[in-house]
């Protein structure tokens, strides 16, 4: 691993750093026991959104190194929002590259600038994190001055296994860090001899030093940086074992060596708390299945009942369980749940613009809201200035706009990628999309269940129910009931068969929607999408 020299004057201004918090730390002088009170309370903050900067904009959106720019990119927008708390990741790709001025781990600081088709902005030619380190500051700093500043709680997000080394595209070689590169036998699997599940570069924390260097890098921020809390991010990417890697669950011996590594996180966090006089929280953000935790060799149930995890946010690439059952689970330990909502990867054009919708994003944000979360997660959205951030932190909002109601915006098959038959052995949710459509048999109803976080029963909306079906003769061929009543006769459209639904018949929670293909027909149709829009009335 490389380490780049630390200059005289570096040295001593780091230990006049340190000294500070020392004197600070010992002027705030706390038991351990009230540094577990003080955390329980810390833990229990209201979060309406959770905004997850994945660090990009210091090595891709800047064309100087300012503070001001930094913070104009994703940050400054935000203010006046629902937005209490910011989840920051120094740098979205690499195990040990950072953007924060790491000693432990590696600066990301290139400006190469590949020759490749799929390099269409410059490749790193605009990175400025360099600079801002020169300046005697980085992102995480400048960050979690601003939200000191403005009251809302930062934590760093550290992603604990990336892989976008790789994917083979044009920056894969370039995020492959020197510790895989020095130490190929820590990786679950070879660029030449790929593993059958998740990324191949992906570290094997089977291995005690990579396990120790996930919590040194850890240590390093506890003990350089004045967030209010750590979140390990284990969905991104969700392979940990070779084993699971390989398609077989992690055994009892891996669960509990990363059982292990989260209580020392949580030691070494409780240490360097009491130090700096308050508590540093602990987040994770992992599958919304027990069971499917448990197969990558996370012990998720364990850790909550041992107090090792302050924060609880659920789902990724991927939503395996309704939000009610991590919810559950968390208010079972006194842990705050937040439902993850990220973009849709849906292959289909039209399936995927319905879905990128803020309509749809309002719809997800008030089912997970019924379901009891703490709050909500937002991944993979970064414009600050969008409608999201002043919407979805609050139903009574919501519930005044357009919202389209789906059995699923992320797909399910991308669950096979990362665990051997992932979706059959996890999935607890009813889905239909153009990835997993269904055929029709004539006389024989295909019935659809449809979450819906609100009651509709009262509200001036019009609602349509929308059915998108391949190779269907005419709207005339379809019987459709909602909760046992026929809707009628639908109108047909350049896509879809729309239905006129009165409110009354929505029901909070889920809805049973069967189609039926009339008797005798010779066509054979596939149902491959289900939509319900509620668009609220002018008044």
């Given at each position: ?301 364990r850790w909550l009942e041992e107090g090792l995890v302050d924060i609880l946010a659920v789902s990724g690439y991927f939503r395996l369980s309704p939000w009610e059952t991590s919810v559950a689970l968390g208010h079972k330990h006194g842990v705050q749940v937040f439902a993850c909502l990220s973009e849709t990867r849906l292959r289909d054009r039209q399936a995927r613009a319905a879905r990128a919708s803020v309509a749809c994003y309002r719809a997800r944000a008030m089912n997970a809201w019924a379901a009891g979360v703490d709050g909500v997660y937002i991944f993979n959205l970064f414009k600050p200035r969008a409608p999201h951030w002043r919407e979805l932190g609050d139903p009574e909002t919501i519930a005044t706009r ?138």
């Amino acid at each position: 691993m490389t380490r780049s020299p630390r200059p005289r004057l570096a040295v001593i201004a780091l230990l006049l750093i340190c000294g500070g918090r020392m004197m600070a730390g010992e002027a705030k002088k706390m038991t351990l026991e009230q540094l577990r009170a003080a955390r329980t309370k810390a833990a229990q903050r209201k979060r309406r959104l959770v905004f997850n900067n994945d660090g990009n904009e210091p090595v891709y959106l800047l064309d100087e190194a300012t503070e001001k720019a930094f913070l104009d990119c994703r940050t400054t927008g935000l203010l006046g929002s629902h937005v209490d708390a910011i989840f920051y990741c120094t740098w979205s790709s690499g195990f040990s590259f950072f953007t924060h001025n790491t000693k432990i781990g590696q600066v990301f600081d290139t400006t190469a600038n590949p020759k490749h088709p799929a390099n269409k902005r410059g490749g790193f030619s605009r990175n400025k994190t360099r600079d801002f380190i020169r300046q005697g500051t980085d992102p995480l700093k400048m960050t979690v001055t601003f939200c000191k500043q403005h009251d809302i709680e930062v934590v760093w997000s550290f992603r604990m296994n990336d892989t976008h080394d790789a994917w083979g595209s044009w920056y894969g070689e370039h995020l492959f860090p020197q510790v895989k590169k020095d130490h190929p036998e820590w990786l679950v699997a070879s660029a030449k001899k790929r593993s059958k599940h998740g990324g191949w570069s992906a570290m094997d924390f089977n291995h005690k030093e990579v396990r120790d260097l996930a919590v040194a890098f850890i240590e390093e921020v506890c003990q350089g940086y004045d967030v209010d809390g750590i979140e390990m991010d284990f969905f991104r990417h969700p392979v940990y074992f070779k084993s699971p890697a390989w398609g077989k669950d992690a055994t009892q011996a891996e669960l509990d060596k990363m059982t292990s590594m989260i209580r020392r996180v949580r030691t070494l966090t409780e240490r360097e708390g009491l130090k700096r006089g308050r508590p540093f929280l602990v987040g994770v953000r992992v599958p919304g299945s027990v069971a499917h935790c448990k197969a990558m060799g996370l012990d998720i149930e364990r850790w909550l009942e041992e107090g090792l995890v302050d924060i609880l946010a659920v789902s990724g690439y991927f939503r395996l369980s309704p939000w009610e059952t991590s919810v559950a689970l968390g208010h079972k330990h006194g842990v705050q749940v937040f439902a993850c909502l990220s973009e849709t990867r849906l292959r289909d054009r039209q399936a995927r613009a319905a879905r990128a919708s803020v309509a749809c994003y309002r719809a997800r944000a008030m089912n997970a809201w019924a379901a009891g979360v703490d709050g909500v997660y937002i991944f993979n959205l970064f414009k600050p200035r969008a409608p999201h951030w002043r919407e979805l932190g609050d139903p009574e909002t919501i519930a005044t706009r357009d919202r389209v109601y789906t059995t699923g915006a992320r797909g399910v098959a991308t669950i096979n990628r990362w665990m051997r038959n992932g979706e059959k052995r996890f999935l607890t949710r009813d889905i239909l999309s153009p990835e997993r459509p269904r055929s029709l048999e004539p006389g024989k109803a295909q019935t659809v269940g449809l979450n819906v976080g609100e009651d509709l029963g009262k509200s001036n909306a019009d609602v349509t129910l929308h059915l998108r079906v391949k190779g269907l003769p005419e709207p005339t061929d379809l019987a459709v009931t909602l909760n046992g009543t026929p809707l009628g006769t639908g109108a047909k459209s350049k896509t879809f068969v729309e239905f006129a639904v009165k409110p009354a018949l929505v029901t909070k929670g889920i809805n049973r929607c069967a189609i039926t293909l009339k008797p005798g027909s010779t066509a054979k149709p596939v149902l491959q999408d289900l939509l319900l829009w509620v668009r609220p009335k002018k008044k």
